[in-house]
C-alpha cells in the first residue's frame, strides 16, 4: 500500500474539528487581513509624497502581498488568521517557510487576478473534504483549526 503525503495530515473523517468552519474563518480573517493592508497602505502614503493617491489599488497589492508572505512564513497564519484560530501547514504537516508562504501568496494573489479562478477556489473551500482552495490543492496545503500537539 502506498502512503500519500496526505496521509501524513489528520484525516477529516476522524477529525472533524481540525477543518470545522475553516471555509467561514477563512473569510472573517479576509476582512480583517484586507482592513489591515489598507492601514498599512495607508500609512505608507507619505513615504510616497501622496503620489500613491493615485495608484492606491496597486499599492495595496504590494503592501498585501509582502504582509501575506511575511505572516505567513512567521507562523503560517495573516494576522487575520491568527485572530480565526487557524492556520496553514503544507502536506507533511509542516507550517510554511518563506518560499512556501512566497508561492502560496503567489497562487492566492493569481487567483484574486483571474476571476473565475477565484470562484473554484470557493467551490472547492465548500466542497473538498480538507476545505482546500484552490491553490491550497495545487500546492497541497491545508488550512485547519490550529492545534497545539501536532
Known amino acids: 500500500m502506498t502512503m500519500s503525503y496526505f496521509d501524513?495530515?489528520?484525516?477529516?473523517?476522524r477529525h472533524e474539528e481540525l477543518y470545522a468552519d475553516t471555509p467561514t474563518k477563512r473569510l472573517l480573517?479576509?476582512?480583517?487581513?484586507?482592513?489591515?493592508?489598507?492601514?498599512?497602505?495607508?500609512l505608507v502614503l507619505p513615504?510616497?509624497?501622496?503620489?500613491?493617491?493615485?495608484?492606491?489599488?496597486?499599492?495595496?497589492?504590494?503592501?498585501?502581498?509582502?504582509?501575506?508572505?511575511?505572516t505567513l512564513a512567521t507562523g503560517s497564519a495573516t494576522w487575520g488568521m491568527r485572530l480565526m484560530s487557524m492556520e496553514l501547514r503544507t502536506m507533511q504537516g509542516h507550517r510554511f517557510?518563506?518560499?512556501?508562504?512566497?508561492?502560496?501568496?503567489?497562487?492566492?494573489?493569481?487567483?484574486?487576478a483571474v476571476f473565475p479562478l477565484q470562484i473554484v477556489s470557493i467551490v472547492l473551500m465548500l466542497t473538498s473534504a480538507r476545505r482546500q482552495g484552490l491553490t491550497d490543492h495545487i500546492m497541497g496545503t491545508v488550512p485547519?483549526?490550529?492545534?497545539?500537539?501536532y
Open 8 to 13: 501524513l495530515l489528520p484525516d477529516p473523517d
Open 47 to 70: 513615504f510616497t509624497f501622496f503620489a500613491g493617491i493615485f495608484f492606491f489599488p496597486m499599492l495595496m497589492m504590494v503592501v498585501g502581498f509582502a504582509y501575506r508572505t511575511v
Open 144 to 149: 485547519m483549526n490550529k492545534m497545539t500537539l
Open 97 to 112: 517557510d518563506l518560499p512556501t508562504a512566497f508561492l502560496h501568496t503567489l497562487g492566492y494573489s493569481v487567483s484574486l
Open 29 to 42: 480573517a479576509w476582512l480583517v487581513d484586507m482592513v489591515i493592508v489598507a492601514l498599512m497602505s495607508a
